[in-house]
């Protein structure tokens, strides 16, 4: 079932909430195709909201918002120093993060107010970029496909440009399995199945490729997020705690668990990586509650940072004619 509901205005357009229902729901808005709300059940079986979420859409599209639940792009992640050469020209992009170009930069996908489309038991959000936007070549339109069954909400990417141009969009959704209010993500318990992370400099471009084994990045076997956070490792220094890359080789990428509520979430994806980010960076903004720093955390599936400035990494090129595709799922259950 899809319902329909005014959610505010925003640079004098209407925004609107489509809730998607089966044994979970999840509201998304037509600003950001930006998740404001993500309720199941818990091992009581009552309806807990693992998503964390603005109110209103100055703070959904603004810095308070932190990117929370929406869909991010042109380019997803950061860009180092906003430059790439591309089929031989220099592009240069707004630089929103430092010197650093992040999630589409000032104006990115976060700020688009997207057309709305119900098919069937799946929400469709449309959006156009032109060529030049924040500094991306080419004309771009692209989809977003949010579709519940069961417990299983997928999301689906599409694109297509008139030039070559660079796409790599991702969800921003911030979880916390205890309860988007409870105020720590340090209880949950995550495994995510990659044998590698990106190492990063202070401004978190990635330097190096390494493997987990014998560092706080190694989650194979399920912790605690706050189990090594507070080591002194210099990754997590350069982190500010987790904001790195998991270099992933199996589509079921990670599992997480809150002991508190017995939620549990698998994920799964046809990307190259995920980005976990464990909140660092929240400074207790109110949205449908205080979110102060690690209250929730972020599997940003993607290719790697920086991917277009390094060699041997998978690159998010889209050529003229060609047509995107990529699925990310987070399917929600009960731990026995």
Known sequence: MITKAFFDNYNGQEIYAYTLSDDISVTVLTLGATIVELKVPNKNGNFVDVALAMTNASDVAGPKGDFMGCVV???????????FVLEGKHCTLDCNNGANHLHGG????????????????????????????QGYPANLTWSVKYTISGKDLAIEYFGESDATTLFNPTNHVYFNLNGHDDGS???????IFADSYLQVDETLIPIAKTEVQGSPFDFRTPKAIGQDIHQDHPQLVNGCGYDHNFCLSQPHFARAFSPKTGITMDCYTDMPGVQFYSGNFLAGNLGKAIYPKRSGFCLETQCWPDAINHDDYKKPILHKGEQFYSKTQYVFGIKD
């Open 73 to 83: 792009g042109r380019c997803g992640n950061r860009i180092a120093k906003g430059k």
């Open 106 to 133: 000032f104006d990115g996908f976060h700020k688009k107010v997207y057309d709305a489309k119900v098919e069937g038991e799946s929400l469709v959000l449309t959006c156009h970029s032109d060529d030049g936007d």
């Open 185 to 191: 993500i340090l209880d949950n318990v995550l495994q």
